[in-house]
């Protein structure tokens, strides 16, 4: 929704160029490029890291960190009658057979590993021994692509409640249950909890694999080499990290953190280097 929006402002002022869209998970995304050769001006992820690990240096040479977020758990008041879910109960909730929950696929988009890291966390900071284990092996027929894919199976009541990102809770108009920091994702005081977590992803190359640490949540996007439209993409990028293109994203639930540091400033174009931090 916020990029859709951006798109809009955008156009106000450049009625002339036309922004196509494809929405996937991240590392879905970067694999269309990586694996299929799939031409792209811009490539925005959910997880800067997925363009390190995936794109660069050999499809692109560098990355600028432009929103954060955090994790909830998102259902409608409809799907609630029977369980009041909370912050301090969900846990119990979520492995109730009577409930059904969703998540999206690890390796396909940043969302669903997050879930799994959120569920690590959990086990740790409810000191529950087993509950990651117990709710990763439940309900996954209801895994999905991408978390977006979930709404619809909340809108028809096929799951009750599903593991989202606040602001896209927000803009869909979902209730949600806030998780405590020390698990959300969210906040750069517990970086050392988060990194204490792991998931184990595919790697590049088939049959390779790259441990994901927990992490503080941070998006990312980057222009990749193959870009057929690179000074109309500069363009659109510029306007993205501008202080317009801020306005959307934090309206959206997504507070903007830019400048922020990237170990790639050296090769940023000189347009945005306005935007990053030198590590």
């Known amino acids: 929704m916020p990029i859709q929006e951006m798109i809009a402002a955008f156009n106000v002022e450049n009625p002339e160029i036309k922004i196509l869209t494809e929405a996937a998970g991240s590392r879905d995304c970067a694999r269309k490029i990586t694996d299929l050769g799939k031409e792209c001006d811009i490539l925005a992820s959910a997880d800067y890291m997925v363009i390190d690990q995936l794109l660069i240096p050999d499809h692109a040479n560098w990355n600028i960190k432009f929103a954060s977020n955090e994790m909830v758990i998102a259902f409608r008041k409809s799907t609630n009658e029977k369980f009041k ?13 009577d409930v059904r929950y969703g998540r999206s696929e690890p390796n396909a988009d940043p969302c669903g590993y997050r879930t799994v890291l959120v569920s690590k966390l959990a086990e740790k900071y409810y000191n529950i021994p087993g509950f990651a284990d117990k709710l990763l092996e439940k309900d996954q027929k209801y895994i999905r692509p991408k978390e977006t894919d979930l709404i619809a199976l909340i809108e028809t009541r096929t799951i009750d409640y599903f593991f989202i990102y606040r602001s896209v809770a927000e803009q869909h108009q979902l209730d949600y249950i806030i998780l405590p920091d020390e698990i959300n994702l969210k906040s750069d005081r517990y970086t050392e909890e988060y990194a204490s977590v792991t998931v184990e992803l595919t790697g590049k190359e088939p049959g390779s694999f790259i441990t994901q640490k927990g992490e503080p949540m941070v998006y990312g996007l980057t222009i990749p080499f193959n870009a057929p439209h ?36 050296e090769h940023l174009p000189d347009s945005l280097k306005k935007y990053a931090l030198k590590n």
Request: charge should be negative; avoid cysteine; hydrophobic fraction near 35%.
């Open 85 to 97: 879910i909370d912050s301090s109960n969900w846990m119990n909730i979520l492995l109730d057979d």
């Open 230 to 265: 690179k000074n109309t993409a500069l363009k659109f990028v510029d306007f993205m990290l501008s202080d317009k293109g801020k306005e959307i994203m934090e309206q959206n639930g997504q507070p903007s953190i830019v400048p922020a540091y990237t170990d790639s400033y």
